[in-house]
């Protein structure tokens, strides 16, 4: 279900929402929709209620922190998500209540995070969580992320290293790290360069 740019109001996306959970839906798009803080906990509980949902579009909404906290709590719940965009919501370095359920969400492939601000203290927040996830167990794979998007963010180098050194244990099927538009330098390249050979030496075949 297609409803990006429609200028939904809050009434509209509370409406949806209290049908959303028995609807049946696999891939709903609200990309260009202001959702405020009370639709978007409402949007939460009911995705966390959508079994068969695989793809959610939520960028450019408008939310701000509030929709990461909000599906932090819904991410458990949902075990068939596959596809999460949640890009140019402004969420700020909020983005550690979201990433915490990370490994709560093995089935994730796809997350987009770009245009976020997220500064140094929220990649920290990310690479906690990777961490948690790679330390969960040594033999299953947790997460199976192919796409990672973190660019057009405020990521300096201390926050690439951090992802670099967790990212080759906790995502072993990530194909694509989008990085670009952020404040790194130099000394941020080497760390990516560092977890590219460790990869390269991985003997995980995704």
């Given amino acids: 279900l297609d409803l990006s740019y429609c200028q939904l109001g809050a009434r509209s996306i509370e409406t949806f929402a209290t049908v959303l959970g028995g609807s049946g839906l696999v891939k709903l798009n609200l990309e260009g929709n202001g959702v405020p803080s009370a639709p978007m906990a409402a949007l939460a509980a009911a995705v966390s209620g959508a079994r068969r949902l695989s793809h959610l579009n939520l960028s450019r909404t408008s939310s701000g922190p509030d929709v990461a906290a909000a599906l932090g709590e819904a991410l458990p719940q949902c ?37 976020n601000g997220i500064s140094n203290t929220g990649a920290q927040a990310i690479s906690r969580s990777l961490l948690s996830a790679r330390r969960r167990t040594r033999t299953e794979v947790v997460l199976r992320l192919r796409v990672l998007d973190l660019s057009d963010n405020k990521l300096r180098d201390s926050a690439i290293e951090a992802l670099c050194r967790e990212i080759p244990g906790a995502c072993p099927y990530l194909r694509s790290l989008k990085l670009h538009r952020n404040d790194f330098t130099e000394q941020g390249a080497v760390s990516i360069a560092v977890m590219l050979i460790a990869r390269a030496a991985s003997r995980v075949i995704p």
Avoid: E, F
């Fill in 79 to 115: 075990p068939t998500l596959r596809w999460l965009d949640l890009s140019h919501n402004y969420i700020t370095d909020a983005v550690g209540s979201l990433t915490v359920s990370l490994r709560k969400a093995p089935g994730l492939t796809y997350l987009n995070l770009s245009g």
